[in-house]
């Protein structure tokens, strides 16, 4: 089976990013992975709003937002109302995690949840049936270019266990053809990647490397 594949626009030119998301639709990516950071939840400030608004007009993939920011509920209708098909929120930043589900829901977008490192895997069991995909971080949310952390991959087959059988799997942080076949070998199905794709001399090849 084909993995999805979202390269990660965080380890992309911020200067040319028609031209570094061209590259990798090209080269058969279904997803664009877009990581929202506040300087809150985590210590870095990245992508808002309107650079999504702006993507949203030069590409028809699925644009697969990462919402790593506190108060997500705040930003939901905008998020949405500027294209985002997926919007993943955290675990961790939720104050109650139904009601959010059921707002994601509400803008006819797919909804994501996402778990850090040090978050049991068994906390995203209770909502399972509600969600059209859980992220499994591989390593702490905030930058790129992050060592793998391979004990976090062994919470997807817990995961997998309990799921639905259209709940897609992703992982974040560290994936590379190596690691990303450690976490499809689990049970994970939509693979993240920023540096491995974006620092390589052939992305092409890299994009392809995780189908
Ligand atoms: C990290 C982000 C990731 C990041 C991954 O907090 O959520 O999406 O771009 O970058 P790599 O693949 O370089 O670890
Ligand atoms: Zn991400």
Known sequence: ???????????????????????VEDAGAQWLHIDVMDGHFVPNITIGVPVVASIRKITKLCLDVHLMIENPEKYIEPFANAGADILTFHYEA???????????????????????????YDVVLPYLNDLNLVLVMTVEPGFGGQK???????????????AHKDLIIQVDGGIN????????????????????IYKSDDIASAVKSLF
Do not use: W
Request: aromatic content about 6%; proline content about 5%.
């Open 1 to 23: 089976m084909t993995n999805i594949v979202s390269p990660s626009i965080l380890s992309a030119d911020f200067a040319n990013l028609e031209h570094d998301i061209k590259r």
């Open 94 to 120: 939720a104050k109650d995690v139904t009601e959010l589900i059921k707002l994601i829901k509400s803008y006819n977008v797919k909804v994501g949840m996402s778990i850090k490192p040090k978050t049991p």
């Open 148 to 162: 793998f952390m391979a004990d976090c991959a062994e919470k997807i087959p817990l995961i997998k266990e309990k």
């Open 177 to 196: 053809a190596e690691t990303a076949r450690i976490c499809t070998s689990f049970g994970a199905n939509s693979l993240v990647a920023g540096n491995y």
